[in-house]
């Protein structure tokens, strides 16, 4: 079932009362949602709070211009298209304005043809960038445009031309498992992973060094690399050298952190070294905020689709957090947040008020409150977001676990 398409909305910007009341007629009449105000002050108000595709402002107005506002919009809502109009046009300004930003300039008087096919070129081309970004998507089945996330796809267009072992770093919930997929998928229309292996318990990884019989195509996925014993890295090592032979893929996850293991002499070198002829690195969402955008955008969007709803607009506030949050459980945690609060708002817009509240800090409740009450907050939070699973929380937060044991110690005491 796919989501309904969603009409673009656009804001007025102008002084006059008039020609606010034709633009808003005119362009409701071709579908388009409208909404209009008076001046550029009103308009970051209303940005601050509703999602819009297109800021069509006047440039002369009382106040801050068309121009700084053109300016305010891209700085804070890169992904917003903004025309300018005015009655006074010389070169120098429409110079101006589309250096700052403007993707098109309309000089008054117009008429409603040339409004229209301004508009048009300017959300064809908004469309056009959205239409690429799925396609991206499609093609990897992972989300990003970020330099890590493009680094990240071009290794895997890499990997899926070689046979030998491919080792995929990043922290849990990046998208590893999903990054095998991605490289198989580019080979094979249907890629499967035919055994799966967790290395931090040795007792599920016990397969003779030649006992697997695995057909050519075959995929191996081995999870948590980083965790292995010594006696299972040595087993890996052996089969890697075996199954290659027989053009079966193998894949190995770890954290980010392996190669600081390796140097300190806690991991296999000699497997290591095996292993960085393809290596895939996926970064943590922290360190792709736009990124984080996208995916929730994929998410919200999936979920639409199931339920053959339209697909509900995030709000500039929700926006705007959504970049400044960090996300420790990357894209696993984004998902929950975001699926969660389309859930629970039922309505065309999705807001800051509908996340759950360590998300909701990002805005700045932070700064109101003390270090200790921020951190107790973000522990609680995790261990929800896991279920209670203390060993799954300390690798999100990125502490061992006698240290997490210490500080829920401290919560519970009252320190």
């Given at each position: 079932m796919t989501a309904k398409p969603r009409k673009e909305h656009i804001l007025i910007v102008d002084d006059s009362p008039d020609t606010l009341d034709i633009l808003q007629q005119n362009l409701s009449s071709r579908g388009h949602k409208v909404a209009g105000v008076p001046g550029a002050s009103e308009a970051l108000e209303l940005l601050a709070r509703e999602s819009f595709d297109l800021v069509l402002t006047d440039m002369k107005m009382p106040g801050m211009n068309g121009i700084d506002l053109t300016r305010a919009v891209r700085d804070r809502y890169p992904d917003i298209e903004v025309m300018m109009i005015t009655g006074y046009a010389t070169v120098e300004s429409a110079v101006e304005a589309l250096k700052?930003?403007?993707?098109?300039?309309?000089?008054?008087?117009?008429?409603?043809?040339?409004?229209?096919?301004?508009?048009?070129?300017?959300?064809?081309?908004?469309?056009?960038?959205?239409?690429?970004?799925?396609?991206?998507?499609?093609?990897?089945?992972?989300?990003?445009?970020?330099?890590?996330?493009?680094?990240?796809?071009?290794?895997?267009?890499?990997?899926?031309?070689?046979?030998?072992?491919?080792?995929?770093?990043?922290?849990?919930?990046?998208?590893?498992?999903?990054?095998?997929?991605?490289t198989c998928v580019q080979k094979s229309a249907a890629p499967r992973l035919t055994l799966t292996f967790d290395c931090n318990h040795p007792t599920?990884?016990?397969?003779?060094?030649?006992?697997?019989?695995?057909?050519?195509?075959?995929?191996?996925?081995?999870?948590?690399?980083?965790?292995?014993?010594?006696?299972?890295?040595?087993?890996?090592?052996?089969?890697i050298e075996k199954q290659t032979r027989k053009e079966v893929r193998i894949f190995l996850?770890?954290?980010?952190?392996?190669?600081?293991?390796?140097?300190?002499?806690?991991?296999?070198?000699?497997?290591?070294?095996?292993?960085?002829?393809?290596?895939?690195?996926?970064?943590?969402?922290?360190?792709?905020?736009?990124?984080?955008?996208?995916?929730?955008?994929?998410?919200?969007?999936?979920?639409?689709?199931?339920?053959?709803?339209?697909?509900?607009?995030?709000?500039?506030?929700?926006?705007?957090?959504?970049?400044?949050?960090?996300?420790?459980?990357?894209?696993?945690?984004?998902?929950?947040?975001?699926?969660?609060?389309?859930?629970?708002?039922?309505?065309?817009?999705?807001?800051?008020?509908?996340?759950?509240?360590?998300?909701?800090?990002?805005?700045?409740?932070?700064?109101?409150?003390s270090l200790a009450e921020a951190e107790a907050d973000h522990i609680l939070h995790v261990l929800a977001y896991v279920g209670g699973h203390r060993g799954r929380a300390a690798e999100i937060l990125g502490i061992d676990r006698k240290t997490l044991r210490e500080k829920l110690k401290a919560l519970k005491s009252g320190r």
């Open positions: 700052t930003g403007a993707e098109e300039y309309l000089t008054k008087p117009f008429t409603d043809e040339e409004l229209f096919a301004a508009v048009e070129r300017v959300l064809g081309k908004l469309r056009a960038r959205r239409e690429a970004r799925a396609a991206a998507r499609g093609r990897f089945g992972l989300i990003g445009e970020s330099a890590g996330m493009r680094r990240a796809f071009v290794a895997m267009e890499q990997a899926s031309r070689r046979t030998g072992p491919v080792l995929i770093l990043g922290e849990a919930g990046t998208g590893r498992r999903a990054a095998v997929h991605a599920g990884f016990q397969p003779g060094e030649g006992s697997l019989g695995l057909d050519k195509g075959a995929v191996l996925y081995f999870k948590d690399l980083d965790q292995a014993e010594p006696s299972v890295q040595a087993r890996i090592m052996r089969l996850a770890a954290d980010s952190d392996l190669p600081l293991i390796v140097g300190n002499g806690m991991f296999n070198a000699d497997l290591y070294n095996l292993l960085t002829a393809s290596i895939i690195a996926l970064p943590p969402v922290r360190e792709r905020a736009n990124d984080s955008v996208l995916l929730a955008e994929h998410f919200i969007t999936r979920l639409a689709e199931r339920a053959g709803r339209e697909v509900p607009r995030l709000t500039s506030q929700a926006l705007r957090a959504i970049r400044a949050y960090p996300w420790p459980g990357n894209v696993e945690e984004l998902r929950a947040a975001v699926t969660g609060a389309a859930l629970r708002t039922g309505g065309s817009t999705i807001d800051l008020k509908d996340f759950p509240m360590p998300f909701r800090d990002a805005l700045g409740g932070l700064a109101e409150r």
